[in-house]
């Protein structure tokens, strides 16, 4: 009886010893307010690609959104007006990223409603991970030097007067 009780604790504290010593050696680092956020790339419609460290020196909006996503197309309209009021302004970066849907699909949407803002693909969705996107619409907004100032998650009306302001604000920040 004693042996098998000695076998036993060898075992479970041989699975305690895997599980707990055994892990990955790089655990990825999600995002945090007030921490520069990790570098990701994604890819355009047209296969060029971008990198958000390419970004810095701008205020940079990111938007992930999915045509599928009601409430993502609900804010898509304030986003095209924001994008549209900034245009020409290397300072300030708008960049969607579509989620889990069809490049497709959001270009048609897209045309149909006579958005110009830039969609993003990110096939191995390494830059909602960095972000830690719990669903869509989410937004991130970025500062010139790459540190995340804000996480909003759900629609917004990205171009009332107090979010142009509070992105002018970090715009002009030195």
Not at 80 to 103: C, P, W
Request: with cysteine; glycine share 6%.
């Amino acid at each position: 009886m004693k042996n098998k009780a000695l076998i036993l604790i060898i075992i479970v504290s041989g699975i305690f010893i895997i599980f707990f010593a055994v892990r990955p050696t790089h655990t990825p680092r999600i995002a945090e307010i007030g921490i520069e956020v990790p570098d990701f790339e994604l890819a355009g419609a047209d296969n060029s690609r971008i990198r958000l460290s390419d970004m810095k020196g701008s205020v940079v909006f990111v938007n992930f959104w999915a045509t599928w996503c009601a409430s993502c197309l609900d804010e898509l309209p304030s986003i095209e007006r924001l994008y549209r009021s900034f245009a020409g302004d290397s300072r300030f970066r708008v960049v969607t990223i579509l989620y889990k849907d069809n490049m497709d699909t959001a270009s048609g949407f897209m045309k149909k409603n006579s958005h110009s803002f830039p969609v993003y693909l990110n096939q191995d969705e390494s830059a909602a991970k960095t972000l830690g996107i719990t669903g869509v619409p989410e937004t991130f907004i970025i500062d010139k030097k790459g540190v995340l100032r804000d996480k909003v998650i759900g629609p917004a009306e990205w171009d009332s007067p107090n979010a142009v302001q509070a992105f002018l604000t970090l715009i002009n920040e030195p």
